[in-house]
């Protein structure tokens, strides 16, 4: 079974431009969680998706959104950006419910850089 | 609110020493705990969990036990090798989010 797949890898930006990010969870999971890493903040919970509905959110200013589609993939946008959005954004799958709802599988990340 | 402290790193070790990372946690009742590794240049990886007081989650070697006296979910490994070098995050689950520790990096050394 394929993995949580990112895209892209990685991107290069410039302060005050937006950045669309993609995440493809493994399949049957209906569930993605977003998270920011940076070295000086670690791992920040961003928002989760469950069948296309935000269930939770982190805190985060609104210049960061997010969706899910029909089929589970999820985006996430980042508007305005500013030099301090460089950070490996992570996006994480699970089934969403029952008892393994809480066990979330992670992509490799995309590293954004703002310039 | 819940919260996760690990022991700061970075923690050096040589090959087949015995490692333990400590994690101890606070929460309203009763999280899963979770030990991920990240890889250089990679994203999170499971490395084990536990979902109920007193589990052991257990996987390559690396063991855990969910203690709730004393709030801990301490990860140890009986003889690390090179290629456990990696940084170390300890986890408890929230509402519908993962709460992460600052995380733990181990060097191990031949």
Redesign the interface.
Known sequence: KAG?T?TPRYLIKTRGQQVTLSCSPISGHR?V?W?QQTPGQ??Q?LF?Y?SETQ??K?NFPGRFSGRQFSNSRSEMNVSTLELGDSALY?C?SSVGQG?D?????????TRLSVL | GDSVTQMEGPVTLSEEAFLTINCTYTATGYPSLFWYVQYPGEGLQLLLKATKADDKGSNKGFEATYRKETTSFHLEKGSVQVSDSAVYFCALSGYNKLIFGAGTRLAVHP
């Open positions: 949580v990112q569930s969680s998270y670690g791992l919970f989760e469950f269930r939770n982190g992570l994480a008892g709802k809480n066990i979330q599988y992670f992509g490799a990340g």
